[in-house]
C-alpha cells in the first residue's frame, strides 16, 4: 500500500532533498521507500544531485569517508545494532545464541571486512590465478 503525497510531504521532500540528505535517509523520515522518494523527486523535477559514487579511470570510488572505529576491546561483544559504517561485519558464532557477535574493526576501503577477514574471504581460485599469470 502507498502512501499518499500530500502538499506538505511533498514539501517536507522538497526541504530535505535540499539539505542533501540521502534518499533512504529522506525516504525513513517520511515513512516510504527510497525508490518512492526517487520516483517522487523526478516526478517533481528536482535538481539532480551528484552521485557518491563516482567513476575515475575506470575505478569505482566511494565518495562518502569511512569512519576510523578504534578495534574492539579484547572480550567486547559487537551486536548488530551496534556495527555502523567502517566496522567489519564478519561474523562470529550461530546466530539466535547469545554469544552471536561480529568483528568491528576498521574496515578495508570499499570491503566489508578488516583486512584479515578480507584475506579469508576473498581467496582467488586456480583458474583466477592462471588468468592472471596468463596476461
Known amino acids: 500500500m502507498s502512501e499518499e503525497w500530500t502538499p506538505k510531504r511533498v514539501s517536507a521532500l522538497i526541504a530535505l532533498w535540499q539539505e542533501g540528505l540521502a534518499t533512504s535517509e529522506i525516504g525513513r523520515r517520511l515513512g516510504v521507500t527510497k525508490n518512492a522518494v526517487i520516483g517522487k523527486v523526478h516526478r517533481l523535477g528536482l535538481p539532480k544531485r551528484q552521485s557518491p559514487i563516482q567513476s575515475r579511470e575506470g575505478e569505482v570510488v566511494r565518495r562518502r569517508k569511512v569512519r576510523k572505529t578504534e578495534a574492539p576491546a579484547e572480550g567486547e561483544v559487537i551486536r548488530l545494532d551496534q556495527l555502523s559504517y567502517g566496522m567489519c561485519s564478519w561474523p562470529y558464532g550461530e546466530p539466535g545464541t547469545d554469544e552471536f ?20 574471504a576473498y581467496v582467488r581460485s586456480a583458474k583466477d590465478s592462471k588468468k592472471s599469470r596468463a596476461a
Open 101 to 120: 557477535r561480529f568483528c568491528g574493526r576498521s574496515v578495508v576501503p570499499d570491503k566489508p571486512y578488516c583486512a584479515e577477514h578480507c584475506e579469508r
